[in-house]
């Protein structure tokens, strides 16, 4: 993303975005008690400079907090250390996030950005597709999937279900606000990726009542409750399927065929 856009179009540009995001950063409850040391929103600019930048880790990333950049580019009075980072961020609810990123699609729209991303009859591919994004035998909180191995061992996950508005011809992609799959409270069986991608449907539509979309999917997806999900909230798609996972569907293409 360039930090200078087209004339016209200045609230496109990367400073431009980054201030609506550190502005709804500042709309987030602080859970700590009053006078902390470093700001909310500053934690949280920080969380999304280390992925702007596409820092390899937390470490990576506190050793480069020190140059000073990160003041002028994202607006950070003060960036905590990865411990302190944690500390702050961890007990934020990631529903929290889905206004920001509602704010910046529409100020994806009111700029015409979307425009390039329409694929057929106006409508818009939205790839969903699951993902783990941390997985451990010591570290693990009330949230954590786990599953229990063989030798009595347990793996503590977090993972999630993304998606993101694409186009085969466009090289950028928008995020959309993913879905945990994460331990529900009141809950002692795991979450699993088929109930994220039903409350993300549901979500995604609430979000976005108007828009069309076409969605994507792997095989995993090709099944009957989830294509009534899809139905349920008026989105086509697009659903990949394999002959090992749906050998009645193959048996009857074959037979079509003859």
């Not at 609810?93 to 994806?108: D, Y």
């Not at 279900?161 to 795991?190: S, W, Y």
């Not at 539509?205 to 009534?228: C, G, M, Q, W």
């Amino acid at each position: 993303m360039a930090n200078v856009a087209p004339k016209g179009r200045k609230y496109l540009s990367a400073d431009a975005l980054f201030r609506l995001v550190h502005a709804g950063f500042d709309h987030i409850p602080d859970h700590r008690p009053a006078q902390a040391d470093i700001a909310l929103t500053d934690a949280l600019m920080s969380a999304f400079a280390m992925f702007s930048l596409k820092s390899p880790s937390l470490l990576a990333f506190d050793k480069e907090r020190v140059e000073g950049n990160l003041a002028t580019l994202y607006g950070i009075a003060r960036v905590p250390c990865d411990t302190h980072m944690r500390a702050i961020l961890d007990p934020i609810a990631p529903e929290a996030l889905r206004p920001i990123f509602k704010s910046v699609l529409s100020q994806l729209q009111r700029g015409h950005a979307l425009a390039p991303m329409r694929f057929l009859d106006d409508s818009y591919l939205l790839a969903l597709d699951g993902t783990g994004y941390f997985s451990s035998q010591a570290i693990h909180c009330a949230s954590c999937l786990h599953q229990v191995h063989r030798n009595g061992t347990i793996t503590y996950a977090h993972q999630m279900f993304g998606a993101a508005l694409i186009h085969p011809d466009v090289r950028a992609v928008i995020p959309l606000m993913p879905e945990p799959i994460v331990q529900q409270d009141g809950t002692q069986k795991n979450d699993c990726e088929r109930n994220a991608a039903k409350r993300l449907v549901a979500k995604v539509r609430h979000d976005y009542p108007h828009l069309k979309f076409i969605v994507t999917e792997d095989s995993l997806s090709s099944n009957a409750p989830h294509i009534e999900t899809l139905h349920d909230h008026q989105m086509s798609y697009i659903l990949g399927v394999k002959e090992g996972d749906h050998a009645w569907l193959f048996k009857h293409g074959a037979a079509a065929d003859q």
